[in-house]
């Protein structure tokens, strides 16, 4: 991949990680509710989810997807499934911050596990229409069939991923200043 393509592509991926999304709220919301250090496992989770997306998109599975109206409807519905299912949860459980601790992080005992966090993140993403849709339109527009896929792909994922990190990790320390605010 020469530079300006890789420019090109550095600034298309910066435009879809500033642009809001379930990934960006889940990681505002870990970081208002646990603080940065804890949602760490939550920024890991959502930087899998997205290159779980770039691999699919990669090996082409994400064009056949788009191909399927069934799958795709599928694959959205899962994901507004799911995000249904973390607002229930998070609205129903003791961890949410009430009104009158506003603040405050939650704390040990209620802060879900680590794994669970990063789970969380994982599936965010990976159900997340907007990323799929990104990958699968986008992606193909940066790779040059005259140079070895699988190192397009590498430049490609460490750019996507560096890039989502520390987007997540700026608004997850947005959420606890937030917090620390009240």
């Not at 129903?92 to 209620?110: F, H, Y």
């Amino acid at each position: 991949m020469d530079i300006h393509t890789w420019t090109a592509y550095l600034i298309a991926s910066i435009l879809i990680a500033i642009s809001p999304g379930s990934g960006a709220v889940l990681a505002m919301s870990h970081g208002l509710s646990y603080g940065v250090k804890r949602t760490q496992a939550t920024i890991v989770g959502l930087q899998a989810g997205l290159l779980m997306i770039l691999l699919v998109a990669g090996a082409g599975v994400g064009s056949l997807l788009l191909a399927s109206e069934l799958a795709f409807s599928i694959v959205k519905t899962l994901g507004a499934t799911y995000l249904i299912y973390i607002g229930w949860s998070q609205w129903r459980s003791s961890d949410a911050i009430m009104p009158d601790d506003v603040g405050a992080l939650a704390n040990e005992a209620s802060v879900p596990s680590p794994r669970k966090r990063c789970l969380t993140g994982l599936l965010t993403n990976a159900t997340n229409p907007k990323g799929i849709l990104f990958m699968v339109a986008v992606l193909p527009q940066f790779i040059s069939q005259s140079r070895p896929l699988w190192l397009q792909l590498l430049v490609i994922a460490v750019t996507t991923l560096a890039g989502g990190h520390r987007g997540d990790a700026r608004l997850c320390i947005c959420g606890q200043q937030a917090a620390n605010a009240v």
